[in-house]
Nanobody
Framework: QVQLVESGGGLVQAGGSLRLSCAASGRTFSNYAMGWFRQAPGKERQFVARINWSGSSTAYADSVKGRFTISRDNAKNTVYLQMNSLKPEDTAVYRC?????????????????WGQGTQVTVSS
């Protein structure tokens, strides 16, 4: 089992920045690819970014490419999502997830463990 706890969400004005953190406990963190997903009210869950075991490979949704950066610190059992140039349409609950595959996936069904989420609200 892997337990995931997100933090760092909040209210920010458009154009601002936030850094989300996801702390993992349980099994060896470096054995898992990690992903970030988000879900806005009334909308389906959306892939945001993923990172492989070592942090050498990342991928992003087109809607966040160039603005968001995913990274991980395996020594701290933590994955991060740096969000810059935030837009009102980025408003959502953001959740991190862990997958037992090396590279993860953009599909939520490929992830085995999920955090509870952290709210991000971007005002115009």
């Amino acid at each position: 089992q892997v337990q995931l706890v997100e933090s760092g969400g909040g209210l920010v004005q458009a154009g601002g920045s936030l850094r989300l953190s996801c702390a993992a406990s349980g099994r060896t963190f470096s054995n898992y690819a990690m992903g970030w997903f988000r879900q806005a009210p009334g909308k389906e869950r959306q892939f945001v970014a993923r990172i492989n075991w070592s942090g050498s490979s990342t991928a992003y949704a087109d809607s966040v490419k160039g603005r968001f950066t995913i990274s991980r610190d395996n020594a701290k059992n933590t994955v991060y999502l740096q969000m810059n140039s935030l837009k009102p349409e980025d408003t959502a609950v953001y959740r991190c997830a862990a997958a037992t595959t090396e590279y993860g996936s953009s599909r939520s069904q490929d992830y085995d463990y999920w955090g509870q989420g952290t709210q991000v609200t971007v005002s115009s």
